[in-house]
């Protein structure tokens, strides 16, 4: 197993340019595959997530060209008549792939299996499937009830009205939401249980929209989409940076300081975990805000108690800027982060005590308290790229870290290393 160990950090300086965000990424390319024309995509991701995007989309027979490194995509979208791919679609560990094609496939004739990595088969898929089957549509499980694989036979749906669990994932009413255009009536949702990771919600329909698609948005409690909207290419689109990857750079200037310009999102993200800045603010770094960048500083950093269901991605990056706040972090409200790419609670809970932090780890909350003194060890990432890039907070913190297989980071940032290591001092 490949590992690499980071020297401990004295300071971080400089200024990043973020990737493009994969749920932008994928909900375009997605969407540009189900018009007619072509549309133009640019800062689009180059990572594994959206590779296996681009490949099933390939295998459906829309017409892709990548430029520019493959941050530039030209769609040609295909009106959604998809071929029947001759060999199953391998979406890799990707929710962004799998759940979306999962809802639009079912509505679309043809016959599709949907693979993935062995983690795929243990992420939860049923309240999106009971949706769909609700609807009409056919699919069945291949291996186990609720998992994927799955085999579909897609055809034209009616629509009508469906309840779907929001508990678990958001990435369910996504792919619904994304789906019903495709339906020949009107489709209204209801939403059973409390609706988790409610920001990604407003990006799906803020893409449907630069698509032509207008989602009625009832208090999250129930959307409607109306029938006879059809999917339109915008033309051009540019993909805002990622906020997620974002988290890793706000928290070095926070713990390191220097002062790190952040360059792709700011006050006008779409993104909900922009929202992970605000956090860093309350525990005490120093932001200010532009509306395409923001620039950060060093504070001194507090233990805070928060809400994070709105942030499950960007909040385990606070689970390590926890070791360096004085007093107990806690981030709560987070139990889907047992079906992410491993159960996340678990793992960063066993993660930071080997670094030697005392740690509380209840069904759907972690607690960290900062080491008293740290320990030399490495981390296991259990293929996970942001535990990967959470642990590299341990050596800004100025403590060296190894890093077990740290190219897991390719599922959304490939080059993350190399970039932390341009802005870092020794
Ligand atoms: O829709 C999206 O783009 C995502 C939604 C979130 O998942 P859940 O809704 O399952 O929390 C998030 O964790 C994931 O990385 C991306
Ligand atoms: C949960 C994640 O990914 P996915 O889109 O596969 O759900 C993630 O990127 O942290």
Redesign the pocket.
């Known amino acids: 197993m490949e590992q690499l160990t980071l020297k401990p950090i004295t300071k971080v300086s400089g200024s990043v340019t973020l990737p493009g965000s994969?749920?932008l990424s994928?909900?375009i390319l997605l969407l540009a595959a189900l018009c007619e024309g072509t549309t133009k995509v640019t800062n689009l991701l180059d990572s594994d997530d959206i590779r296996h995007m681009l490949g099933a989309l390939s295998q459906l027979g829309v017409e892709v060209t990548l430029e520019d490194d493959n941050t530039v995509a030209l769609v040609k979208g295909n009106g959604g008549n998809f071929i029947s791919p001759v060999e199953p679609l391998f979406l890799g560990n990707a929710?962004?792939a799998y759940?979306p094609l999962t809802a639009v496939l079912a509505a679309i004739p043809g016959d599709y299996e949907l693979i993935g990595e062995p983690r795929m088969e243990e992420r939860p898929i049923g309240h999106l499937v009971d949706a769909m089957q609700t609807l009409g549509a056919d699919i069945q499980y291949l291996k186990n009830k609720d998992y994927p694989p799955l085999k579909i036979v897609g055809k034209q749906l009616t629509g009508g009205e469906v309840e779907i669990d929001g508990s678990?994932?958001?990435?369910f009413l996504?792919a619904l939401l994304m789906a019903a255009p495709l339906f020949s009536g009107d489709t209204k949702i209801r939403i059973k249980g409390e609706l988790?990771?409610k920001p990604?919600i407003d990006?799906?329909i803020g893409v449907m929209a630069h698509f032509g698609v207008h989602v009625e948005n009832h208090d999250y409690q129930y959307f409607v989409v109306k029938a006879g909207q059809q999917y339109r290419s915008p033309g051009t689109l540019m993909v805002e940076g990622d906020a997620?990857s974002a988290s890793y750079f706000i928290a070095a200037a926070a713990i390191a300081g220097g002062e790190i310009e952040i360059n792709g999102v700011g006050k006008q993200s779409v993104q909900g975990d922009i929202g992970f800045a605000k956090v860093m603010e309350q525990a005490g770094a120093h932001i200010e805000w532009y509306d395409e960048r923001i620039v950060v500083r060093k504070g001194q950093l507090n233990g805070v108690d928060i809400d994070a269901n709105a942030i499950?991605?960007a909040a385990m990056t606070l689970a390590t800027v926890a070791l360096f706040a004085s007093g107990k972090t806690a981030i709560r409200n987070i139990y889907?982060w047992r079906?992410?790419e491993t159960d996340r609670l678990a793992a960063m809970a066993t993660e930071l005590k080997k670094v030697g932090a005392h740690v509380v780890e209840g069904h759907d909350y972690i607690e960290v308290t900062p080491p008293v003194n740290f320990n030399f060890t490495d981390v296991d990432t259990y293929n996970d790229h942001r535990i990967a890039m959470c642990f590299s907070m341990v050596a800004v913190g100025g403590q060296s870290i190894t890093i077990n297989d740290p190219k897991c980071t390719a599922k959304t940032f490939p080059t993350y290393f190399s970039v932390l290591e341009s802005i870092s001092q020794y």
């Open positions: 994969k749920s994928n909900r929710g962004t759940r678990i994932s958001s990435q996504t988790v990771s990604y990006i799906t997620s499950p991605d889907n079906v992410k």
